[in-house]
């Protein structure tokens, strides 16, 4: 906690020394919103405009907070931790998006709490390019202006999933309190090339693979390959269609990431855990990493409509490797699908639905199947403030009578608390 308070005195420090220009005009070019104006998004839309007028830093962040109130219960072959109603750790992010020249931004996310370290630590970043002027004005403005660039150590763009999650604090997005069972997300350092025109979209990526950076142990992992191809465009003033398909491969890995990277946590402390759990070092409660730690391919396809108040997102994945030691690919299937209906003054407020279902083999050859059910509902109070109420249920089924999932589950009420800007 020490730490946290050190970076919240220096940032109190630091931000009156920017000028009131740098933070009075707070809106900046190629970014997604992080507040309202985000929702429903998905990448930094590509802006062409011509308004670059020099350095301009903008300091945001998100604080969160959720009252829990779950129940959980298995065969009774395997003891479960006792838990009961109460509030979890409020989490808090500290974000600096920056305008460094004409088409030339970075972005670096800071987690100032998370579940899994409570310490400060970074979380990643990326430098991304919409514009050659800084080569020279106007060098291929005419490729430029349908082409991004991203490179960093930063969050991939695997699927769509990824930009409906919460990220630690930055729960905006996520019409829910919970992430998908199956969380496609992690951080690696890489590049990132898309080319988008008249709604449709393509992106190419390349990344060393690593979760953790090291120099040490060279050749135990290869690069990994991502890439998406998709159409995201208005058909007509009330009705929004996008569609995409993306793929995620690595031949050769220490330990693939992709449904364990993310070390923020999750939203349901304590559930389906030992009595011996702990917050941080349980931080995965109510989600499966199907543990492939040598090769992964992962295929995720991801439908998208938005018809004046109703909207309906969708999640087709299929991930196949192996570890290290199995000589064969297991093979697991995630499906999820969404429908809100936004209503009120500017559509703030809505209520919704998602079922969300993995079904697969385990490294022990269990096939198991594990089922969500999440309802739910939201009030944006302003822009920057969100409230939400879900309810959730989760089963455990064909899991071996000595493993604590066996006969699993858990259910109740969550509400969460959203400040993000």
Known sequence: MKKQFLYFAVALLIIPGFSLSAQGDRDLNN????????????????????????????????????FQALDHENSGNVELIEIGNNFNLATANLDLDVELYDGVRM???????????????????YFQIDKLDFVREGFLENLMQYVTIRVGH?????????????????????????????????????GEVYYRKNGFIGMVGLTNGKLNQSVTSPGETKPSFLAKL???DYLNDDFRLRLTGSVYTTGKSAGTYLYSGDRAGSRYYFVMEAPDASASGNFRSGRWNPGFRNELTA??????????GFEFFGVIE??????????????????????????????????????????GETDSGEDI????????GGWFMTKNI??????????YDGFATDNILNDGKFSGLMLEAVISF
Do not use: C, W
Request: hydrophobic letters at 30%; a negative charge; proline letters at 2%.
């Open 31 to 66: 970014y997604r919103f992080p507040d309202k104006r985000g929702v429903s998004e998905f990448e930094a839309p590509k802006d062409t405009a011509d308004d670059f007028d020099g350095l301009k830093v903008r300091i945001g962040g998100a604080s969160t907070l959720q």
């Open 107 to 125: 972005h670096l996310r800071t987690y100032l709490s998370s579940r899994h370290h409570t310490e400060t630590y970074v979380k990643g970043g």
């Open 154 to 190: 930063m969050e991939n763009n695997y699927g769509d999933a990824h930009f409906r999650r919460s990220d630690n604090a930055q729960a905006f997005f996520n019409p829910f309190v919970g992430n998908l069972i199956m969380d496609g997300f992690t951080t690696e350092v890489g």
């Open 230 to 232: 998709g159409y995201d």
């Open 299 to 308: 295929l995720m396809f991801n439908p998208f409509f938005k018809y004046k």
């Open 318 to 359: 299929q991930a196949k490797g192996k570890a290290e030691d199995e000589e064969s690919d297991r093979k697991f299937n995630q499906y999820s699908a969404e429908l809100l209906y936004r209503f009120g003054n500017n559509e703030n407020f809505y209520i919704g639905t998602r079922y969300n279902t993995v079904s």
């Open 369 to 376: 199947d594990i089922n969500r059910l999440q309802l739910g």
């Open 386 to 395: 969100l409230a939400k109420v879900e309810y959730v249920s989760q089963t």
